[in-house]
């Protein structure tokens, strides 16, 4: 990853409850329409187990051994993305919280996940998402569970659910809120299906507020934005908008091509060019400078990094709803490796088809 400097320059508010969230969670899990999750063998068929960082081949290094010497070196955490829920109140076109999981683990499975993986590497740090986790009715006390674990926490939310409550109950545990944000304009957040079913959006009114009270609330806690560009989105600039929020890293993502049974983004997906475009429309580069290289880091601001990936396949520990540790690099669904409730993380993480270079330099 290059790091490049590049320094230039109405509430919608939903009134909703814990018990109506929890609610509509299980009617959602009920009645959602999507098909039951097909069963995907685990990866036992090539032991992966002593799979070696390949930069460190010689010295025989396994990848959890490498997240654990690197994380101790760097002083950053490693990071397990809990996909605490497949539910959603918006149905975006280019989600990939596909999980095949029609029901919800319990809270007590997901404390057991996050002291299995503390067991496999101490000191990690929990991002808790979805579907949306705001509709998870344990939100709250899992974020407070690994926070009392000594652990990070954040979430990724499509922050349609926040309420001025929340915001006062959770800022104080969160080290970063993030927030998927992928247009301000209401016709194409629409074609996106980032919506309510009605049609109902998170406005910039809404935003702004939002994020202006996590900062009085906790001023150390981080705003994270997350942009996915596609077909729909790639002619914009949303910098402007951006920078109106006390945003601390923007990151913009090139959709993903996921396909499964019942689901498939192929329609919007866009080019490497394409989305090259987008980061030069919003950032001013060149996109030369994009061309052969799969990640940057550039600086917006003074106190606004903008991280732009054009492939996040085995970037990411990501931990799904059924518990599974899953693999994305096998195939363009998720494969799991290891059930973290039951099984040995650490020796799930050996089996992953984790980039641990392309891990690294995304946090
Ligand atoms: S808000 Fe996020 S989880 Fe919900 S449908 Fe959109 S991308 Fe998927």
Known sequence: MRHINNTTSTSSSAVVTRSSVSDFAESFLKFNGRPEGTAIPFVMEEDRSQAEYPGNASRGITRSAMLNSY??????????????????????????????????LSFDNWRTIVDNCLRAVPGCSFNIAGGEPLLAAYFHDLARYCHDR????????????????????????????????????????????????????????????????????????????????CSLNRDEIVREQIMDIPVSRWKIFKMMSFANDSFNNSDIVISDEEYMRYISNNLGTSSEMLKDENSHIFSLSDT????????????????????????????????????????????????????????????
Not at 320 to 345: E, Q, R
Request: glycine share 8%.
């Open 71 to 104: 994380a101790s070196e760097s002083r950053k955490p490693v990071k397990f993305n809990l996909h605490l829920i497949e539910a959603c109140n918006y149905s975006c076109r280019h989600c990939f919280a596909k999980f095949g999981s029609r029901k919800m």
């Open 150 to 229: 000594g652990s990070k926490v954040s979430v990724i939310t499509n922050g349609y659910l926040i309420t001025d409550k929340w915001i006062r109950e959770n800022a104080g545990i969160l080290d970063t809120l993030g927030l998927s944000l992928d247009s301000f304009d209401e016709g194409t957040l629409v074609k996106m299906g980032r919506c309510t079913r009605s049609g109902k959006i998170l406005t910039a009114g809404r935003i702004k507020e939002i994020t202006t009270l996590v900062k009085e609330v906790n001023p150390d806690c981080r705003i994270k934005v997350n942009t996915v560009v």
């Open 304 to 363: 606004c990094s903008v991280v732009v990936e054009k492939n996040l396949d085995g970037g990411y520990l990501m931990i799904d709803a059924n518990g599974n540790l899953v693999d994305n690099t096998i195939n363009t669904n998720y494969v799991p490796v290891v059930n973290c409730v039951t099984g040995d993380v650490r020796d799930g993480i050996n089996r992953l088809g984790l980039d641990t270079e392309l891990y690294w330099s995304r946090y």
